[in-house]
């Protein structure tokens, strides 16, 4: 495979559920990164790791744990998420974190009910 | 505070109708300011990338451009599949070199 991928691509969870997302890049890409797109926002970036080191955490609830093992694995764990945390789930790689060219899979729709 | 502004939030047009879409902007020390597509049920995809005021980009029917405070971006004779969400991001210097992501363009043309 190439680019980003990313699992699952649609996940619904109850409010007391823990569950993973994965991320996986081929591009030999330094750099990785979890945003949140909502309906009609901005997306908003969660995490940022560089060489498998968290470098940005922008006052993510606690819930939201990530977890970047080398450089082409990333995943975000998730437990007693509410129902505003429904959204699309991105994950982006870039040559490095100053790299403003990223490269996005196909994203996670997460629900929460 | 990094800010990105666009608009309109959506647009219709005919096919062949040329239109401009706008993102407007306040960042300290502009770094770079970027274009991406969305297509329903997919990520962004990277269209450009705009480093200092006065430059321009072309793609196929896309052209960005970038002033102090703004870049358009302008799509000649769009067809049906240019219809998608286009995302305008700016990087400001520093050491902090987040993406701030204006709201997107959801553009659809019509047969």
């Known amino acids: 495979e190439t680019g980003v991928t990313q699992t699952p691509r649609h996940l619904v969870m109850g409010m007391t559920n823990k569950k993973s997302l994965k991320c996986e890049q081929h591009?030999?890409?330094?750099?990785m990164y979890w945003y949140k797109q909502s309906a009609k926002k901005p997306l908003e970036l969660m995490f940022v790791?560089?060489?498998?080191?968290?470098?940005e955490n922008n006052s993510v609830p606690s819930r939201f744990s990530p977890e970047c093992p080398n450089s082409s694995h990333l995943f975000l764990h998730l437990h007693t998420l509410q129902p505003e945390d429904s959204a699309l789930y991105l994950c982006?790689?870039?040559?490095?974190?100053?790299?403003?060219?990223?490269?996005f899979g196909p994203g996670t729709r997460l629900t929460v009910t | 505070e990094d800010q990105v502004t666009q608009s309109p939030e959506a647009l219709r047009l005919q096919e062949g109708e040329s239109s401009s879409l706008n993102c407007s902007y306040t960042?300290?020390?502009?770094?770079?300011l970027f274009w991406y597509r969305q297509d329903p049920g997919k990520g962004p995809e990277f269209l450009f990338t705009?480093?200092?005021a006065g430059e321009e980009k072309e793609k196929e029917r896309l052209k960005a451009t970038l002033t102090k405070k703004e870049s358009f971006l302008h799509i000649t004779a769009p067809k049906p599949e240019d219809s998608a969400t286009y995302l305008c991001a700016v990087q400001a210097g520093g050491s902090a070199r987040q993406l701030t992501f204006g709201s997107g363009t959801q553009l659809t043309v019509l047969p």
């Open positions: 960042v300290s020390g502009l770094r770079g």
């Open positions: 591009l030999g890409h330094n750099a």
């Open positions: 790791y560089s060489l498998e080191e968290r470098v």
């Open positions: 982006a790689s870039s040559r490095d974190r100053t790299g403003g060219k990223q490269y």
């Open positions: 705009l480093y200092s």
